[in-house]
């Protein structure tokens, strides 16, 4: 991959579709995490999780439908949709809340763990954004998961399909 077809990654029309999906989801999801972390004193994994698990029935539907245009297999797609949003929610907020307790060791745990709510929101953006692109409405993928074969073929960096 060179430089400039990452760079097209991270500018392309699905991307700017995403973002504003997620700018939407995200209003919503972190109201909903900090409301349940700093109002109902529920603990950092379940505030955290409430996040996610919210807003992934529309953001399956958006991603699937308004932003990849993807029509292939339901069910393979939901399973590749909850594989990438579980991995990437422990990845992000896993290193989160390691990086913040070390990073901020003389702060209160309540203080520790808002931050590192709001870095692990970071981090799963940029997780969440490559697995769905490359894993969850990858078409690749689809192919492998549902054992079809057929002599078409994914190209990369150009969202269609070959024959």
């Given at each position: ?7 097209h ?6 991307f ?14 972190t109201?909903?995490?900090?409301v ?9 994994w ?7 698990f919210f807003?992934s ?15 292939n297999?339901f ?5 590749r ?17 390691t ?16 931050i590192?709510?709001?870095?692990g ?5 940029v997780?969440n954004?490559l697995?769905?692109r490359f894993f969850?409405f990858?078409?690749?993928y689809e192919?492998?998961?549902s054992?079809?074969f057929?002599n ?12």
């Open positions: 991959m060179t430089i400039r077809h990452f760079i990654l991270f500018t392309d029309k699905i700017m579709k995403f973002v504003m999906v997620g700018i939407i989801n995200t209003i919503v999801g109201t909903i995490m900090f349940f972390y700093n109002l109902f004193h529920l603990n950092y379940i505030s955290s999780a409430s996040n996610y807003g029935i529309c953001i399956f539907i958006l991603n699937k439908h308004f932003n990849f245009n993807y029509k297999h069910w393979s797609s939901l399973l949709f909850t594989i990438n949003i579980l991995t990437c929610y422990l990845l992000a907020y896993g290193i989160a809340k990086l913040i307790k070390w990073i901020l060791s003389d702060f209160s745990t309540t203080y520790q763990e808002n590192a709510m709001i870095i929101m970071c981090l799963f953006v997780f954004y697995g769905k969850t990858n078409i690749k192919k492998v998961i054992f079809t057929s078409q073929y994914y190209m990369p960096f150009t969202g269609t399909i070959g024959y």
